[in-house]
Nanobody, 117 residues
Framework: QVQLVESGGGLVQPGESLRLSCAAS????????MGWYRQAPGKERELVAA???????NYADSVKGRFTVSRDNAKNTVYLQMNSLKPEDTAVYYC???????????WGKGTLVTVSS
């Protein structure tokens, strides 16, 4: 089992920035992927950004150039720097941790990001 603790959500105005953090603990393995999904009201959960333990990244087209995913392997922590936030970025953001080879995925409880003037 892997436990995930997220932090950093909140209410911001359009154009502002937020940084989300997610720390993993428990059955950590060397080859893994971490990242973020989000789910807006009435919509399906979608991948926002992901990063492997080797540093490869993947982003949703809607956030490319605005969001940056990074990680600190020594702390088993993944970050999501969100710049130039838009109202359509409003959602609950879920951190995940997955075993690279099996694909087994663990989820955080989610943190709400609201972008509104």
């Amino acid at each position: 089992q892997v436990q995930l603790v997220e932090s950093g959500g909140g209410l911001v105005q359009p154009g502002e920035s937020l940084r989300l953090s997610c720390a993993a603990s428990g059955s950590i393995v060397s080859f893994n992927a971490m990242g973020w999904y989000r789910q807006a009201p009435g919509k399906e959960r979608e991948l926002v950004a992901a990063i492997t333990s080797g540093g490869s990244t993947n982003y949703a087209d809607s956030v490319k150039g605005r969001f940056t995913v990074s990680r600190d392997n020594a702390k088993n922590t993944v970050y999501l720097q969100m710049n130039s936030l838009k109202p359509e970025d409003t959602a609950v953001y879920y951190c995940y941790y997955s075993y690279y080879y099996s694909g087994v995925k663990y989820w955080g409880k989610g943190t709400l990001v609201t972008v509104s003037s």
